[in-house]
T-cell receptor, first 109, second 115 residues
Framework: GQQLNQSPQSMFIQEGEDVSMNCTSSSIFNTWLWYKQDPGEGPVLLIA?????ELTSNGRLTAQFGITRKDSFLNISASIPSDVGIYFC?????????FGSGTKLNVKP | DTAVSQTPKYLVTQMGNDKSIKCEQN?????MYWYKQDSKKFLKIMFS???????INETVPNRFSPKSPDKAHLNLHINSLELGDSAVYFC??????????????FGPGTRLLVL
């Protein structure tokens, strides 16, 4: 079935550093979603992108909808310890939502 | 107010037992889902319901039976629990079925441990 390829799988960074992660697909998506899952919680929607080329920010988070509509990027600037968690990309296609395998972010104080 | 709620949050039970997990959403959405998250954190769709009608059943053993009494509720009943059923189960909802511009909202998860 359709898969979203998300990378990197995990990251270990120092507090204050910037972070980038991306998601690619072999299919065209018309919506890209980015979620964060805190330990012991459910995924929470961070940013939704609806238009190719769109750049949307949510505080220190910025996400971009790739021009080809087959990829999306999430950047976190000036990371802090509470950014720790798993970040998932996702998108609706047909009657389903597809999810990436997640990027696990670790931030050292 | 919690948008998507699940109960219980934790469930520890013996192999062979039958258990249920409940989910409710107060977002007025038409579509609800059950996902299983394994130890590698991969989110795998199990079922989706749209207006109480089963839409997706992703090769889930028939020991798992979802029930949607109304649009706001989607419960999951599991018969004869097996060790491999141990996982985190997430309920989610969206306004419609995976259409463009849809977003999906998740519950807090039910952590099932089968001993």
């Amino acid at each position: 079935g359709q898969q979203l390829n998300q990378s990197p799988q995990s990251m270990f960074i120092q507090e204050g550093e910037d972070v980038s992660m991306n998601c690619t697909s072999s299919s065209i998506f018309n919506t890209w979603l980015w979620y964060k899952q805190d330990p012991g919680e459910g995924p929470v929607l961070l940013i939704a992108l609806y238009k190719a080329g769109e750049l949307t920010s949510n505080g220190r988070l910025t996400a971009q909808f790739g021009i080809t509509r087959k990829d999306s990027f999430l950047n976190i600037s000036a990371s802090i310890p509470s950014d720790v968690g798993i970040y998932f990309c996702a998108g609706p296609l047909g009657s389903k939502f597809y999810f990436g395998s997640g990027t696990k972010l670790n931030v050292k104080p | 107010d919690t948008a998507v709620s699940q109960t219980p949050k934790y469930l520890v039970t013996q192999m062979g037992n039958d258990k249920s997990i409940k989910c409710e959403q107060n977002l007025g959405h038409d579509t609800m889902y059950w996902y299983k998250q394994d130890s590698k954190k991969f989110l795998k769709i199990m079922f989706s319901y749209n207006n109480k009608e089963l839409i997706i059943n992703e090769t889930v053993p028939n020991r798992f039976s979802p029930k949607s009494p109304d649009k706001a509720h989607l419960n999951l009943h599991i018969n004869s629990l097996e060790l491999g059923d141990s996982a985190v189960y997430f309920c989610a909802s969206s306004q419609d079925l995976g259409a463009d511009q849809e977003t999906q909202y998740f519950g807090p998860g039910t952590r099932l441990l089968v001993l």
